[in-house]
């Protein structure tokens, strides 16, 4: 179970993430994360949160938004809100590292979904834009279906058309993180390759 302080770091999307706020502290209200980007840093792609908003506060650094058809270059004291449901991504737009304080709410699985993410990252199991592979996305799109979303197509059509790859994946044991994670009560397990 994620807690205050924890700190999680993916190195190939330069990404650095320390949990600030969990659930648990917020009963399920506001996951806080401050969140450091290398200059190379990114966000693996556009994606929706369906039920969640997310609020980035600018500490130090320069950032690029996309949120829907919109560019936002934000610094040091600027916010940028991503209501739910609105496709976005997000970068380091400078040549420093840049340090946001990121909500999310409310925090449903976003703490899972983040440790997931590492995890497949120190295992190899991510493209080098940081999204999963092929297999491995089948299975996390069903198992983060309320928290993340590609913008399109729409999600019955990527369920749809990933149902053999997560059958295949199944069958070969990369559902076992997620098996494990039901097991203990929402806690992920980190598989070994």
């Known amino acids: 179970m994620a807690h205050a302080g924890q ?8 990404e650095t993430i320390e949990f600030v706020q969990t659930a648990a502290d917020t ?4 996951l806080a994360i401050d ?3 290398t200059p190379e840093g990114h966000v693996p792609g556009t994606h929706v949160h369906p ?4 609020r980035f506060e600018v500490r130090s650094g320069t950032m690029k938004f996309k949120v829907g058809f919109r560019t936002i270059v934000a610094g040091p004291g600027e916010t940028v809100v991503v209501p739910a449901g609105k496709r976005h991504r997000f970068s380091n737009a400078g040549d420093k590292d840049a340090h946001v304080r990121v909500e999310v709410r409310p925090a449903l699985r976003m703490e899972e979904l983040f440790e997931t993410t590492v995890a497949l990252a120190d295992e ?4 080098n834009s940081g999204m999963p592979k092929p297999l491995e996305l089948a299975l996390f799109v069903r198992e983060y279906k309320r928290e993340v979303r590609a913008p399109f197509p729409p999600s019955w ?16 044991g990369r559902d076992e993180r997620y098996r494990q994670t039901a097991a203990v009560g929402g806690v992920p397990a980190v598989a070994t390759a």
């Open 157 to 172: 059509v990527v369920r749809a058309t990933t149902a053999p790859l997560a059958a295949l994946a199944r069958r070969l």
């Open 51 to 54: 039920e969640q908003e997310e």
């Open 7 to 14: 700190v999680l770091s993916n190195a190939v999307s330069g």
């Open 124 to 127: 190899g199991r991510v493209m």
């Open 35 to 37: 969140l450091t980007l």
């Open 27 to 30: 009963d399920g209200e506001l």
